[in-house]
């Protein structure tokens, strides 16, 4: 029973360039949240989605930042242009359903920026 | 959400008896109690959620107090690997679906 799958587990970039990262989830769940941890902090997060559905992305930064989940294939968290502040763990977690049902993660994408 | 209080930190002997409490004293009663674990570099790994009544698995239990201003995890024999920050969260369910973390309690098990 696999889990949550994040790729890259790491990611470097530079400054300006894009980053994909990408978040398969459990079998059978079709809610996907990302969340960012930056260094020495707490997780935050960013954006909840159902499959082609953006339901909450209260937590994404205006600018630079977008996430999808298509009917086929992985989530994909998208960051544009980046900069040393986005150096952070991205973390991805699913569940079957809304409600009380729990949230399951993946292990993360370090993403470094140079 | 409603806000949780945790101990920055505790620590427990291997293979005794690890009782982490968490004070939720503005909980609100549709709010679930989660509790959630990150171990170094890994992804948080859910433990276990309750309600109102107490929850066991095979993890852990989760005791909630009858007037629901508190609960306590308990890891009934820790090893070395449950060395990890513990994080408790309220959430209401009907209100959105994020998880709100705060600072947790770091677990150190001691040999």
Redesign the interface.
Same mark, same amino acid.
Do not use: E, R
């Given at each position: 029973n696999a889990g949550?799958m994040?790729n890259p587990r790491h990611l470097v970039r530079r400054r300006g360039q894009e980053a994909r990262l990408r978040c398969s989830p459990m079998k059978g769940h079709s809610?996907v949240?990302w969340?960012r941890q930056l260094p020495e902090e %707490?997780?935050? !997060?960013m954006v909840?989605l159902q499959k082609e559905n953006i339901? *909450?992305e209260? %937590?994404m930064p205006k600018e630079r930042f977008s996430a999808e989940f298509p009917k086929e294939g992985p989530s994909i968290l998208r960051i544009q242009q980046v900069v040393r502040g986005d150096s952070a763990a991205y !973390?991805c977690?699913s569940?079957p359903g809304?409600?009380?049902q729990?949230?399951? !993660? %993946? *292990? %993360?994408t370090r993403l470094s920026i140079l | 959400d409603a806000k949780t209080t945790q101990p920055p930190s505790m620590d427990c002997a291997e293979g005794r008896a690890a009782n982490l409490p968490c004070n939720h004293s503005t909980i609100s009663g549709n709010e679930?109690v989660?509790w959630?674990r990150q171990i170094h570099s890994? =992804?948080?790994?859910?433990i276990i959620?309750g &309600?109102k009544n107490n929850e066991t698995n095979e993890m852990a239990s989760l005791i909630i107090t009858e007037d629901r201003k508190s609960s306590t995890l308990i890891l009934p024999h820790a090893t070395l690997r449950d060395t990890a920050v513990y994080?408790c969260i309220v959430r209401d @369910?009907n209100a =959105? @679906?994020? &998880?709100?973390?705060? =600072? =947790?309690t770091r677990l150190m098990v001691k040999p």
């Open positions: 949550v994040q809610h949240y969340y %707490g997780l935050k !997060f909840y339901i *909450d209260s %937590g !973390f977690a569940s809304a409600g009380n729990p949230q399951h !993660f %993946g *292990d %993360g | 679930y989660y959630y890994q =992804g948080p790994q859910y959620h &309600l994080y @369910n =959105g @679906n994020m &998880l709100t973390f705060g =600072g =947790g």
